[in-house]
């Protein structure tokens, strides 16, 4: 069974938690930056998972544009989906909602929250004052969901 992970991060997180999950997978299993590279055979696959990070509300556009694209193949796949973001409870949900498409989102065999960090270091100065402002943090945090990364794979090799 080969299994394509294609991801978008602007900082590393959603790169960090693509790599985790990818060690989580036995067989074939193959990772994607959708920054370097769009283009994708996806018949070679049968399990294809797509995630990114949340800026204000949006995932990656690289993850929307992908999807857009290859919405058809893609439900007829496998689908696990996960976003990286700092947001919990119904606001999460409503991010999962709004950035994927339902008809991906009711075939998706695991949707999950995998956390997220600040680094402030690697944040641009408007970045680091909406976050101090909305989000009232001002050091970083990190809170990535190591057991939700796990899951995700348990889910999807059911
Ligand atoms: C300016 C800014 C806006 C953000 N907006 C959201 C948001 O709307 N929802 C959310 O869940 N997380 C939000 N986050 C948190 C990021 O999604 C989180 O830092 C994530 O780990 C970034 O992953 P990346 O390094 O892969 O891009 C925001 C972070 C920054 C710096």
Same mark, same amino acid.
């Given at each position: 069974?080969?299994?394509?992970?294609?991801?978008?991060?602007?900082?590393?997180?959603?790169?960090?938690?693509?790599?985790?999950?990818?060690?989580?997978?036995?067989?074939?299993?193959?990772?994607?930056?959708?920054?370097?590279?769009?283009?994708?055979?996806?018949?070679?696959?049968?399990?294809?998972?797509?995630?990114?990070?949340?800026?204000?509300?949006?995932?990656?556009?690289?993850?929307?544009?992908?999807?857009?694209?290859?919405?058809?193949?893609?439900?007829?796949?496998?689908?696990?989906?996960?976003?990286?973001?700092?947001?919990?409870?119904?606001?999460?949900?409503?991010?999962?909602?709004?950035?994927?498409?339902?008809?991906?989102?009711?075939?998706? /065999?695991? @949707? $999950?929250?995998?956390?997220?960090?600040? !680094?402030? *270091?690697?944040? &641009?100065?408007?970045?680091? =004052? +909406?976050?101090? /402002?909305? @989000? $009232?943090?001002?050091?970083?945090?990190? !809170?990535? *969901?190591?057991? &939700?990364?796990?899951?995700? =794979? +348990?889910?999807?090799?059911?």
């Amino acid at each position: 069974m080969n299994t394509l992970i294609v991801y978008a991060s602007k900082y590393g997180c959603a790169e960090k938690c693509a790599m985790e999950l990818s060690k989580e997978f036995d067989g074939n299993v193959e990772t994607v930056n959708l920054k370097e590279n769009q283009r994708i055979d996806l018949d070679k696959f049968d399990k294809v998972i797509i995630g990114g990070s949340v800026y204000i509300g949006k995932i990656q556009k690289e993850v929307t544009d992908f999807i857009n694209k290859n919405l058809k193949e893609l439900l007829e796949k496998k689908i696990g989906l996960f976003i990286c973001g700092m947001q919990e409870g119904n606001e999460l949900e409503k991010e999962i909602a709004d950035n994927f498409p339902a008809d991906l989102l009711n075939r998706a /065999k695991s @949707v $999950k929250h995998f956390g997220g960090a600040f !680094d402030f *270091k690697k944040m &641009n100065f408007m970045e680091k =004052a +909406i976050v101090k /402002k909305i @989000v $009232k943090v001002s050091s970083d945090k990190s !809170d990535i *969901k190591h057991e &939700n990364i796990k899951q995700l =794979a +348990i889910e999807m090799q059911k």
